[in-house]
């Protein structure tokens, strides 16, 4: 019976440490599989980040090819602009010329234009002036031309007065040599009337 009892406590023990290293076993699959799961979402996001970066790639490799055909592109340019940029310089001489020309006119129209502006001033002044002085000449005139009717009228008053004083000294000269020739005439009478009384 003891060495069963020992062999039962043996097993115990036995039993005890399996357990334990059956715990220390689950506690490590657990770590395992918490790691296995962390590296799986790690390897998900690098294979997302993996696809990404290949998409990134062959966008950039076509983005590469289009520059590059633009580069063509524009270094061809560049050689015709490059041509023409000689041609342009060898007529910039004659457009600095022709600017330099245009400049010059332009300051002669604008000097003559001022001396324009001028005169156009002056003889707007000018003109003012005589209107000035033709409304003063009509005001003048006009005067006159009232003065002169004043003139006329009072010419004709003195004129028509004048032949009212010519008909009454006419008539007072009738009638003083009527009363002249009367008393003659009566005169006359009385002395042949005395000399025929004295006969």
């Known amino acids: 019976c003891k060495r069963l009892e020992d062999e039962k406590r043996e097993l115990e023990k036995k039993f005890t440490a399996l357990d334990d290293q059956r715990a220390d076993y689950s506690k490590q699959l657990n770590a395992l599989q918490q790691k296995l799961r962390a590296t799986e979402d790690l390897l998900a996001r690098a294979q997302m ?5 290949e ?3 062959q966008t950039q490799t076509e983005e590469v090819q289009r520059l590059q055909e633009e580069r063509d592109t524009l270094e061809s340019r560049l050689g ?27 300051r002669e129209a604008e000097q003559l ?25 009509l005001s003048q005139l006009k005067n006159t031309e009232n003065e002169q009717r004043i003139a006329e009228e ?12 010519k008909i009454v000294t006419i008539v007072t000269s009738f009638f003083w040599w009527t009363s002249i020739c009367v008393k003659l005439i009566g005169g006359r009478a009385a002395d042949k009337k005395d000399a025929e009384s004295a006969v």
């Open 80 to 106: 015709e602009l490059t041509e023409k940029c000689n041609d342009l310089r060898e007529q910039k001489e004659e457009a600095q010329q022709e600017k330099q020309t245009a400049e010059a006119e332009l």
């Open 55 to 57: 998409q990134s790639l």
């Open 154 to 165: 009072q010419l004709r008053t003195a004129e028509s007065r004048l032949r009212q004083a």
């Open 49 to 53: 980040k993996v696809a990404q970066l």
């Open 113 to 137: 234009l001022n001396q324009l502006k001028q005169q156009e001033r002056e003889e707007q002044m000018q003109h003012n002036r005589a209107v000035s002085e033709e409304q003063q000449a």
